[in-house]
């Protein structure tokens, strides 16, 4: 399995090369919280088959989730000594050196990012705006109002509570499909899960600096969401969109948060418009 040295910790990817000779475009998919690279896994096969001779195609489990572990093979939990303000800017950076591990330092890059991953697009951008060519964020936005009660409770009684979430991100109450939901997030120590909700609670605190280093660049948003979506409102997703100077909204059907992801007709035309234009 492929896997790219960072100090003390091992990052797990998947890399699609172009058949193209001297390609420097590359699509970076990005996991959200207690994910890993099987979250994206259905757009990676998606766009490799359709667009893997003009682009690059990167997925990735983030440090310390399912295969991204310390170099002795035991979990690396470094991300808990971050402040919570500053997790979602340590994954960005961590994406930076990836990509400079892996790719041209001229390479553009079209970053698509699902629910925390969002927001570690929008920081990517806001960093390194002459790197970003355009983003794609699924099922995300700045402010996703989790609350401290919530995070409380996750320390408290991990299994109970991420159960009531995945039922809310899945929209079901089927035990079939909430088993196999809790199995994939357990992959990822409970911890690290926690940790990811803290990062993406306190994203917001630097949002209006970030907002400004988009728009000054012109960086173009593609901002998809569903109505139905009990994890990301809407509400959010449309005020994102009203603070971006150049950007395009698309409500697709879903029933949930999850299945915007996986073999989504609508996602799939609005990937095909975006990598396209």
Do not use: W
């Amino acid at each position: 399995m492929p896997y790219i040295k960072l100090k003390n910790i091992k990052i797990f990817y998947m890399l699609h090369k172009s058949f193209s000779k001297g390609e420097t475009r590359a699509v970076i998919l990005i996991h959200g919280a207690g994910g890993n690279h099987l979250s994206m896994l259905s757009l990676f096969d998606y766009i490799k088959k359709h667009y893997g001779k003009n682009f690059n195609i990167l997925v990735l489990d983030l440090p310390s989730h399912f295969r991204s572990i310390s170099e002795n093979n035991r979990l690396n939990i470094s991300t808990g000594n971050i402040p919570v303000n500053k997790g979602i800017e340590y994954y960005a950076k961590t994406v930076e050196e990836i990509i400079l591990k892996l790719f041209n330092k001229n390479a553009g890059f079209i970053l698509i990012g699902h629910s925390m991953g969002a927001q570690i697009c929008i920081k990517y951008a806001s960093l390194f705006p002459r790197k970003t060519k355009k983003v794609m964020l699924i099922a995300g936005c700045h402010n996703t109002y989790i609350m401290d009660s919530f995070i409380k409770s996750l320390e408290n009684s991990f299994d109970a509570t991420i159960m009531i979430f995945l039922k809310d991100a899945y929209a079901t109450f089927d035990k079939n499909i909430l088993k196999n939901a809790m199995d994939d997030i357990k992959r990822t120590p409970p911890q690290i899960v926690i940790n990811d909700f803290k990062y993406a609670k306190y994203f917001n605190e630097d949002f209006k600096r970030d907002i400004g280093n988009i728009n000054r660049h012109k960086i173009f948003f593609d901002l998809v969401y569903s109505k139905k979506d009990r994890v990301v409102e809407e509400e959010c997703v449309k005020e994102l969109y009203e603070k971006l100077k150049n950007a395009k909204l698309n409500e697709i059907g879903s029933k949930n948060h999850i299945g915007l992801l996986f073999k989504n007709f609508e996602l799939e035309k609005e990937i095909d418009k975006f990598l396209l234009t």
